[in-house]
């Protein structure tokens, strides 16, 4: 069979030198899969994407044992930067817009790293453009300005211009209306279907998540305790009774 696109090995995660948040978490993503990692608050979701992004540092965190692993190569040391160049990139949790600069400002901001002038730049800004024609007409708009949905559009539309391989998605759904929920993870699913990038996507919101995922990772105290097909877990009985309807 075919080698993942992303490898995490039996990751340990411990803050502050002491606190042990990731008890040997593995999962993989397969290259143009969507693959989710659901768990309650605080099941050590946010802490896997950001060991994999190496954004861990920051908080004072460190991956203490295991390893991660894209395209083949150990990426476990590499810097957030140069993660990024490789198209391994994080969109996370809350949005994090720069509310004084336009929508399309904000999309700039996600270019910084390519190659290629202003031309290759404005050809992946139509794309955004093309999968959230809502951030066109909203173009000129401070991103202060828009509402929670739009700014998750403008967080994933920045994502995109960096010539992303992989997204890491961290909970898309928080503190948005079910019906836009619904929007951002069909734009997912059809960035996935017609450009093949694929995506990692922490929830709560497992029904949501297990609807739009093609395999799924159940995280619990740092540990996974369950994974499959996203069908198979969304039938599973203690599936049902635990985690969906959460979020
Ligand atoms: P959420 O939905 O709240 O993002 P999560 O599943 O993503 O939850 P994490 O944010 O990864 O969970 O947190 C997992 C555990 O690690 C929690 O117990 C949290 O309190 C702890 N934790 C997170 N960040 C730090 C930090 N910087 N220092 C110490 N402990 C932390």
Same mark, same amino acid.
């Given at each position: 069979s075919k080698e993942p696109l992303l490898t995490v090995n039996n990751i340990e995660v411990i803050y502050d030198h002491v606190i042990l948040v990731l008890k040997g978490v593995s999962l993989e993503v397969q290259e143009g899969a969507i693959v989710s990692v659901l768990g309650a608050n605080g099941a050590g979701k946010t802490t896997t994407l950001k060991a994999i992004s190496n954004l861990l540092r920051s908080e004072r $965190?460190?991956?203490?044992k295991g390893n991660i692993e894209y395209n083949g190569t150990?990426?476990?040391?590499?810097s957030p930067s140069e993660l990024v160049t490789e198209g391994v990139i994080q969109v996370m949790e809350g949005r994090h817009?720069?509310?004084? /600069?336009?929508v399309e400002e904000n999309l700039l901001t996600g270019a910084y790293t390519r190659k290629g002038g202003r031309a290759a730049i404005n050809k992946e800004l139509e794309k955004v453009y093309h999968y959230f024609p809502r951030l066109k007409e909203r173009r000129?708009? /401070?991103? $202060?300005?828009?509402s929670g949905g739009e700014q998750q559009m403008v967080a994933v539309g920045r994502a995109l211009m960096a010539e992303p391989n992989l997204i890491l998605l961290d909970e898309p759904s928080m503190g948005l209306a079910p019906q836009l929920v619904e929007e951002i993870f069909e734009i997912v699913k059809r960035l996935n279907e017609e450009t093949g990038v694929s995506f990692l996507v922490a929830e709560q919101n497992a029904t949501i998540a297990l609807k739009y995922a093609h395999y799924g990772y159940i995280l619990e105290n740092g540990r996974v305790v369950m994974d499959g097909n996203a069908s198979d877990l969304a039938s599973n009985e203690d599936v049902k009774e635990f985690y969906l309807g959460l979020g």
């Open positions: $965190g460190e991956v203490t150990d990426i476990t040391e590499k817009c720069f509310e004084h /600069l336009t000129t708009s /401070l991103a $202060g300005y828009i």
